[in-house]
């Protein structure tokens, strides 16, 4: 069946470390976006991103959709990145699903 | 963001109650919808409305029943509801293309819902 699946499920970060968060689609896709859900539950949104390459501030975002996947980057990771990082793939019959996230909690 | 609103945002409610949430955006988005977030669970999409008319239902049992009254404003009413529908509903709003294809989506803080 379709899927959307997110690795690693849990990320435990050194503040001003980098790290790689990988988004893996089961099937072609119109658009894909990727969200932040910070400590207190609201959704954040990151990138809209079906395909290339994006960046913004400490953060980046590429998509290969020929591949189905894709990577969001954060660089210099701070405290205040702390939360569950969604990506959402709308597939080519319409539906969006979203993965089961990323949490990443960076220590001081 | 700032340009999606949601109200209440937390609700505790007995089963035999019934309750409304509350959606508004102030973005001039086209389309709107609403997201059940159960704990240990992935978002889930529960109803889409484009240009005020429904266009996806994704199996939501009929105790929860979308209103939307025009291109700003969403409700989603809830009747004699179950413990397991305890969740953070999202709702979200985004400007969509005459093709059909879904734009960068805006989510409001969410309604934290406990049902007892």
């Known amino acids: 069946g379709i899927q959307v699946e997110q690795s690693p499920p849990d990320l435990i970060l050194q503040e001003g470390a980098n790290s790689t968060l990988r988004c893996n689609f089961s099937d072609s896709v119109n658009n894909l976006q990727w969200f932040h859900q910070n400590p207190w539950g609201q959704l954040i949104n990151l990138f809209y991103i079906p395909s290339g390459t994006k960046q913004n501030g400490r953060l980046s975002a590429t998509t290969v959709a020929t591949e189905r996947y894709s990577l969001l980057y954060i660089s210099s990771s701070q405290t205040t990145d702390s939360g569950v990082y969604f990506c959402?793939?709308?597939?080519?019959?319409?539906?969006?699903?979203f993965g089961t996230g990323t949490k990443l909690q960076v220590i001081p | 963001e700032t340009g999606v609103t949601q109200t209440p945002r937390h609700l505790v409610m007995g089963m035999t109650n019934k309750k409304s949430l509350k959606c508004e955006q102030h973005?001039?988005?086209?389309?709107m919808y609403w997201y059940k977030q159960s704990a240990k669970k992935p978002l889930e999409l529960m109803f889409v409305?484009?240009?005020?008319?429904?266009?996806e239902n994704n199996s939501v049992p009929s105790r929860f029943s979308p209103e939307c009254p025009n291109s700003s404003h969403l409700f989603l009413h809830l009747h004699t509801l179950q413990p397991e529908d305890s969740a953070l509903y999202l709702c979200?709003?985004?400007?969509?293309?005459?093709?059909?294809?879904?734009?960068?989506?805006?989510f409001g803080p969410g309604t934290r819902l406990l049902v007892l």
């Open positions: 973005l001039g988005h086209n389309a």
């Open positions: 409305y484009s240009l005020e008319e429904r266009v």
């Open positions: 979200a709003s985004s400007q969509d293309d005459l093709g059909g294809g879904h734009k960068t989506q805006y």
């Open positions: 959402a793939v709308q597939f080519l019959d319409q539906k969006v699903t």
